[in-house]
């Protein structure tokens, strides 16, 4: 991710979830560029349309149409998505949930903060971790996103 910005994407069905993600990057002293998507089919028509992939995606579990998971299964399974670090960005914490996704892949889990101020901490977090040496090692441990 060392280049002029950091490509960031967020599908979430909520429409609030957006507009604070989307705020809380504009307060980060982080050169990014924020996409939201408002459901799983909206985001994968546009990654599958698009070259310019996001860097790091942010994907909420729990939408309409095209779920979280949907969404991430279809990502795995396309060598064109390779290179984009998959944070899942849920309301839910359940063991269940946190097991499925790191195995389907994901690079992380954060459970939606419920305040402003820790959802940039957290956001501020997952965009300055060095992903290639994160995800070089990565389990179960250092999977799930607790601040």
């Not at 002293?29 to 408002?38: A, L």
């Not at 985001?43 to 994907?59: G, K, N, S, V």
């Not at 998971?69 to 795995?76: G, N, P, R, T």
């Amino acid at each position: 991710m060392n280049k002029e910005y950091i490509n960031i994407a967020l599908a979430d069905d909520d429409e609030d979830d957006r507009f604070f993600f989307t705020e809380a990057f504009e307060e980060l002293k982080i050169k990014n560029r924020v996409s939201t998507y408002k459901d799983g089919i909206e985001l994968m028509t546009h990654l599958e349309a698009t070259d310019l992939l996001p860097d790091l995606l942010f994907l909420d579990l729990n939408m309409p149409k095209k779920s979280g998971i949907e969404c991430l299964k279809d990502i795995k399974a396309n060598a064109k998505f390779n290179d984009i670090v998959i944070a899942i960005y849920s309301t839910s914490s359940s063991e269940e949930d946190v097991e499925k996704t790191f195995v389907l892949g994901a690079n992380i889990y954060i459970k939606k903060p419920n305040d402003f101020e820790k959802l940039k901490k957290v956001l501020s977090e997952v965009v300055t971790t060095n992903w290639q040496y994160h995800t070089s090692g990565l389990n179960k441990e250092n999977f799930l996103l607790r601040l």
